[in-house]
Structure formats: structure tokens, C-alpha cells
């Protein structure tokens, strides 16, 4: 018998320990990343990780913390991997560094810091940068635009202006607009058949990006780091709400597999939507809330007006966090409901 530990207490678990393995697992998507667009995302999840840990750092200083524990535990560094993969590669530096300390002040500090924080830090940046720099969000670099990491380097410094020549629209709001301008003479199908953007599935090449964070998800989800529930619901209201609208209208709707391997879909599944903090405690609460927000994710996509709607379908969940749990509480060992 091990008298190391208290005997309720069923695996040996820190914060430090389930935030290693979480930038782990990102490690598969970070290097299907680098093989389609080029190593400009490892310039940008630099700049953010030297952002996130100075913001932490200074915050900490000033609310009287000790650095060497709270720096150490990786929460700031799994924020700002969070924050340079959801933001555009060829986003200017200063873009993901005003994003990561809005997302380390604002969003986590100011609440009282990891474990008060009620929204998504890494959510919070995006929504806020999206909002305010609708422009530079939008822009993302084609798989195949030929420039190399000396040109991306120096788009991200500001040194280069042919921006516009290298990126262009997600696969996400390429049909969307499409769709728009088609003024509904023309159907998915035909749009995704002709269009360079999409592949077989998606986006083409952004396919192998969703795989990747699927693995990366699945490897958590074994490893116990995180349950089955959100990932599980949030990608089922995404499938609902896309399919029951395809077999409704195929010729105006994507089919589910397009929104599932299309834009942070994976990605908010396993490691966003997940985020224990911000997120239900209870198991009914847990599949209420990501298949809300894989619902809600689907609606933003489709009919407001930005490319993906995963940062505010989670962070509108997290507005809903206290009411879930409050009615999906279960009942008292020994007492009736």
C-alpha cells in the first residue's frame, strides 16, 4: 500500500503536470502546422510565450506572489500556445503580444488568477483582437503561397507590405462569402469542387491540421488529463446542427464533416472547451455545455460575420458556467433529489 498520499486521493496530479502534457499534446499540431504554412507559427508562439510569462511575472510582482511557484506551473506558457495557434500565422507581432497580455492582465490576473478567472484567457484575446483588428484576424497565408520563413519573418515584423499577396480567406469564410455572392445560384458542392481553398474533406491541408489536434485530444483523454464529455458533446452539437441543416439543404449547407475539420473545431474541442476552470464541474453540466457551445459555434460560422465562431460560442458558455451547475447538481448521497 502507498502511505504517500492521502487515500483519497486517486492519482499523483498538479497543475504543472496536466499543463506539460497538454503543450504535449499540441506538439503534433504545431508540426503539421510548420509543414504547411512554414515556421512563422514558431516565431509568433515565441513572441507570445515571452509576453505571457513577462505579463505573469509583473502581475505577480505587483499582487506580492511568489514568482519561481506560480511561473513555474505552465498555465501562462499553455495560454500563449493557445493564443499564437488561434491567431493568423502572418498576424503583426504586435497583434499577438497585445493579445497575450490582455489575455494574461485582463482575463486571468484581474479575476484573482488561474482558478478565478471565469472566461477563457486565451478566448478572451481572440474575441477582443477579432473585434478590434477585424482586418489583420482575417488574414490567413495559403498553404501553398511559396514564400519562405525570411518573407513570413518579415511580414510579422512589419517589414514586409505584401501581406495581401500571401494570405487570403479561411475555407470557413470563403464559402460563407460564396454563398453570398452566389445569392443562392450556387451550391456548396460546386464551390468546394472548384475552388483551390478546399480539399477532400475541408480545407485543403487544414484536414491533416484537425487530425493532428484529434490526436493530440485522444492522447489527453487516455492519459486521464481530460474527460470525455465536453469534447465529446461540443463536437456532437457541432454535428447536429450542421447535419440536420445539410440534409435540409445540402445546396446551402456544408455536411458535418466540413465544419468538423474545418477552423479551431478540434482544437476548441480537446483544449479550449475543455479548460477545467472556466468550464462545468458536473457530468450533465459538462455535456450541456459543450454541446451548447458546438451548437452555438455552427451559428456563428454560418450566419454572423466572423471566419469561426468557436472563441465566442466558449466564452458565451462560460457566461452560462454558475446557471448549469446550479440546476445539474446531483443529489446528496443518501437524500432524494
Known amino acids: 500500500m502507498n502511505f504517500t498520499t492521502p487515500p483519497y486521493l486517486t492519482q499523483d496530479i498538479s497543475v504543472r503536470r496536466v499543463m506539460l502534457h497538454v503543450l504535449a499534446a499540441l506538439l503534433p499540431g504545431i508540426a503539421v502546422y510548420v509543414w504547411l504554412i512554414g515556421p512563422a507559427v514558431l516565431a509568433q508562439i515565441g513572441i507570445a510565450t515571452a509576453t505571457a510569462l513577462a505579463a505573469e511575472a509583473a502581475m505577480l510582482l505587483a499582487r506580492g506572489r511568489p514568482l519561481a511557484l506560480f511561473l513555474g506551473d ?103 462569402t460564396a454563398l453570398k455572392l452566389g445569392e443562392g445560384q450556387t451550391s456548396v458542392a460546386a464551390i468546394t469542387a472548384n475552388a483551390a481553398v478546399f480539399g477532400h474533406v475541408a480545407g485543403r491541408g487544414w484536414e491533416w491540421l484537425a487530425l493532428a489536434y484529434l490526436a493530440g485530444g485522444l492522447w489527453l483523454g487516455w492519459r486521464g488529463i481530460i474527460g470525455w464529455r465536453v469534447p465529446a458533446s461540443f463536437l456532437a452539437g457541432l454535428a447536429a446542427t450542421s447535419g440536420a441543416s445539410w440534409l435540409w439543404r445540402p445546396e446551402a449547407f456544408a455536411d458535418p464533416l466540413f465544419h468538423l475539420f474545418s477552423g479551431g473545431s478540434m482544437l476548441g474541442a480537446f483544449f479550449i ?40 460560442a466558449v466564452l458565451l458558455m462560460n457566461l452560462c458556467v454558475p446557471i448549469i451547475d446550479l440546476y445539474t447538481q446531483p443529489p446528496i448521497f443518501g437524500m432524494k433529489k
Request: glycine share 12%; net charge neutral.
Open 74 to 176: 505552465g498555465s501562462a506558457v499553455v495560454t500563449a500556445w493557445l493564443i499564437a495557434l488561434a491567431f493568423p500565422p502572418l498576424a503583426p507581432w504586435w497583434l499577438v503580444a497585445v493579445g497575450t497580455a490582455f489575455a494574461i492582465v485582463v482575463a486571468k490576473h484581474l479575476y484573482g488568477g488561474l482558478g478565478q478567472n471565469p472566461f477563457n484567457p486565451a478566448m478572451i484575446a481572440f474575441a477582443a483582437c477579432i473585434v478590434s483588428f477585424p482586418a489583420l484576424m482575417s488574414q490567413w497565408p495559403a498553404v501553398d503561397s511559396g514564400a519562405g520563413f525570411g518573407e513570413h519573418l518579415a511580414l510579422i515584423l512589419g517589414q514586409a507590405p505584401r501581406l495581401d499577396a500571401l494570405a487570403g480567406a479561411t475555407p470557413l469564410d470563403a464559402l460563407k
Open 273 to 312: 472547451a475543455t479548460d477545467p476552470v472556466t468550464g462545468c464541474t458536473t457530468p450533465r453540466g459538462k455535456l450541456i455545455f459543450g454541446f451548447s457551445a458546438g451548437a452555438l459555434a455552427w451559428l456563428i460560422r454560418v450566419f454572423g460575420g466572423y471566419p469561426d465562431g468557436v472563441a465566442f
